[in-house]
């Protein structure tokens, strides 16, 4: 499946470290990338190919993915990573079609 | 800067026909990849077509397949989808959306969004 799992929701407290998950039987051999979407606004690419961190982006925001599963960690979460955050990555296909998950809430609280 | 600028967003009736247009800026058009994603209220982000950057060759989610055309045209920097056959279930906030020069299977830069609403 082409499917891309993520937990619906989490809470941090503000400093701890947020780990969220992605799971999909395609990523060992495709990119997982993460975007974040505030309340009302447009969503945000905050890490691409993995672990790339674009220009921008705070450097408590990582990446990571091995085997079939992404992880998008925010080390020392803040007030205001409190958001929504999708995983994306391109289905099995030969037209690779985009694939979001279910997204997760974050409070940071 | 790159600027995403949607519009024709609206009501219209079941069975009914729009189309979206995102005015691209900031960038040169011509060299990217464009998508569109869709957003219920109150749901998730839902990818539902990309378009080369010549538009040659344009690719849709099953879900909308055979009702939506993204079309694109380079000389006014402008992205548009067609949308026919509408159902209520189409009901979205509509992102345009570009994909780098480098891989357009993803996404680096949206629009702010149009939302449409089908519905008697």
């Known amino acids: 499946s082409d499917e891309l799992a993520q937990p619906p929701s989490m809470s941090v407290s503000p400093g701890q470290t947020a780990r969220i998950t992605c799971s999909g039987d395609?990523?060992?051999?495709?990119?997982a990338y993460w975007y974040q979407q505030k309340s009302g606004q447009a969503p945000v690419l905050v890490i691409s190919?993995?672990?790339k961190r674009p220009s921008g982006i705070p450097e408590r925001y990582s990446g990571s993915s091995s085997g079939t599963m992404a992880t998008l960690t925010i080390s020392g979460a803040q007030v205001e990573d409190e958001a929504d955050y999708y995983c994306?990555?391109?289905?099995?296909?030969?037209?690779?079609?985009?694939?979001f998950g279910g997204g997760t809430k974050l409070t940071v609280l | 800067e790159v600027q995403l600028v949607e519009s024709g967003g609206g009501l219209v009736q079941p069975g009914g026909s729009l189309r979206l247009s995102c005015a691209a800026s900031?960038?040169?058009?011509?060299?990217?990849?464009m998508h569109w994603v869709r957003q219920a209220p109150g749901n998730g982000l839902v990818w539902v077509s990309r378009?080369?950057?010549?538009?040659?060759?344009?690719i849709y989610a099953d879900s909308v397949k055979g009702r939506f055309t993204i079309a694109r045209d380079n000389t006014k920097n402008t992205l548009y989808l067609q949308m026919n056959s509408l159902r209520p279930e189409d009901t979205a906030v509509y992102y345009c959306?570009?994909?780098?020069?480098?891989?357009?299977?993803?996404?680096?830069?949206w629009g702010q969004g149009t939302l449409v609403t089908v519905s008697s």
């Open positions: 395609a990523l060992p051999k495709k990119y």
């Open positions: 900031g960038f040169t058009f011509s060299n990217h990849w």
């Open positions: 378009i080369n950057d010549d538009g040659s060759s344009p």
């Open positions: 994306y990555s391109t289905d099995s296909g030969g037209n690779q079609r985009g694939v």
């Open positions: 959306a570009r994909g780098p020069e480098t891989s357009g299977y993803y996404i680096d830069y």
């Open positions: 190919e993995d672990t």
